[in-house]
């Protein structure tokens, strides 16, 4: 018998197989969370009369003895159950009786889905904060330590100014610390508690709703009913949205990558266990890792636009199309996760090239030094344009023999990756993760 069924068994196995679909798996990764909500709801109740002491005292023992099994990553819903909150509820009937049955009251599975996608959320994007700064923190270790080998720069790929290996890894450091506070955003908007708003338009029981966001560690709730449930979609594109920015930046440094590794340029290297070869071609050493990164995050890239299409034109309330969006957005995590896993390793291993511009062919990055040494000399700076300029096309132009790195605040000379630590740090304190972490170990020591 399911939730909503009442006296007899009338689903048909076709229907059932249809409109669950994959639902189960993902339910399975929100286990522990909808105990989270049950333990804080059971309390909430308690609170208001609808169950006593002894009956509430029963459901968190039960709860929090369910608790580790159900955190368990290979755990898994039987085939006969329809979703976590029936399982869970026949569970706790299973072993408590009537008390079991008493826990529904004042909420609909409606809110329980909402607060239960809120809760796995938000861990998964501390998750992933942690997982972009180790990242971060390696990018920054390689930025001082390749700051003096430099790097041609270019624009439009055509050669363009004297670049160096600090500061291209320096801007993806500082790149990472911009997505961490994009994502720190998108857990603004999820951290709010849709607990309460039942089936999306409240409940006639007395309930404390400020109670439950307190207890599970929100930083407020979603105080409108209705929005709580038309928040189902737009929390989820929110927090896509952020997953992308990191892709973004993910994908952006492997295309470096496979143009650096190329033989026309030659930058970089990495032992030849980190490349693939070809089946015909003896000579090859092929970017894999970061072409399938590339690839894995320019599908991250998709999936807001996927959110928004399986939201357009929805009215508000609760419609079964937004069951698909954890299958949307779910594995995106994992992929994210593999991603900076793989970009951390190849990182590590990863071989400069050094003295790259004493190359002949490199000599025209540097013009802009020499204009700019015409112009300290007093020379209008477009009389010095045109100066160099000529040079070049009688091809009488001679590059410095000391290149200038720079002093100003982000140049070669003064990479700023204190500043940018500084900004990386402020922006994981911003989170607030300890209130939630706090608030979690209390309900589940008490």
């Keep these: 018998m399911k939730l909503w069924q009442k006296d007899q068994n009338i689903s048909s ?30 309390n909430m ?13 029963a459901l968190q023992n039960s709860l929090r003895k369910m608790f580790p099994a159900l955190q368990e990553k290979g755990f898994t819903l039987p085939e006969d159950v329809e979703d976590i909150h029936s399982y869970i509820e026949n569970k ?52 001082e330590q390749h700051k003096n080998d430099l790097l ?59 109670m439950t966001t307190e207890l599970l560690g929100f930083d407020t709730l979603n105080f409108n009913v209705v929005y709580a449930q038309m928040g189902r979609g737009k ?10 920015s990191v892709a973004e930046t993910l994908a952006k440094m492997s295309m470096d990558m496979c143009l650096y590794m190329s033989q026309n340029m030659g930058f970089i290297s990495f032992p030849d266990h980190l490349t693939t070869g070809s089946s015909i071609m003896p000579h090859k050493k092929n970017p894999d890792v970061f072409e399938i990164i590339r690839g894995k995050c320019n599908r991250i890239k998709s999936i807001p636009q996927e959110i928004m299409l399986l939201t357009t034109n929805l009215p508000s309330g609760y419609h079964r199309d937004l069951q698909l969006l954890k299958e949307v957005l779910f594995p995106a995590f994992e992929e994210l996760h593999h991603c900076l896993n793989m970009m951390m390793l190849m990182l590590e291993n990863m071989q400069v090239k050094k003295n790259i511009l004493d190359d002949e062919k490199y000599t025209f990055l540097f013009t802009v030094d020499t204009v700019n040494n015409l112009v300290m000399q007093g020379m209008p700076f477009r009389d010095a344009y045109k100066e160099v300029g000529k040079q070049v096309n009688e ?25 940018i630590s500084n900004l990386m740090k402020s922006y994981l304190e911003g989170f607030g993760f300890d209130q939630k972490q706090q608030a979690i170990a209390h309900l589940l020591k008490n």
Excluded at 123 to 130: N, P, Q, V, W
Excluded at 158 to 181: H, I, N, R, T
Excluded at 395 to 419: A, D, R, V, Y
Aim: glycine content about 8%.
């Design 13 to 42: 196995e076709q229907v059932d197989t249809f409109t669950v679909g994959k639902d189960r798996s993902f339910d399975a990764l929100m286990a522990s969370h909808d105990v989270l909500g049950n333990m804080a709801h059971a």
């Design 45 to 57: 109740l308690a609170s208001i009369g609808l169950l006593s002491d002894s009956e509430n005292e």
């Design 92 to 143: 706790l009937t299973e072993e408590l009786g009537e008390t079991g049955k008493k826990i529904h009251a004042a909420r609909s599975r409606n809110d329980q889905v909402l607060v239960d996608i809120r809760l796995f959320l938000r861990d998964e994007i501390e998750h992933l904060a942690t997982h972009i700064n180790d990242c971060f923190q390696l990018l920054q270790k390689l930025s």
């Design 152 to 210: 041609p720069g270019y624009t439009h790929l055509q050669l363009a100014m004297p670049s160096s290996f600090g500061l291209w890894l320096g801007a993806y450091a500082e790149s990472l610390a911009d997505d961490v506070l994009v994502l720190q955003n998108a857990y603004r908007i999820t951290n709010k508690n849709p607990l309460g708003s039942a089936a999306g338009y409240g409940s006639s029981f007395p309930i404390n709703r400020t």
């Design 235 to 244: 929390v989820e594109r929110i927090t896509a949205q952020a997953l992308t």
């Design 395 to 419: 091809g009488s132009f001679q590059k410095p023999t000391q290149p200038q790195l720079g002093t100003h605040e982000g140049s070669m000379g003064n990479l700023c990756n204190q500043e």
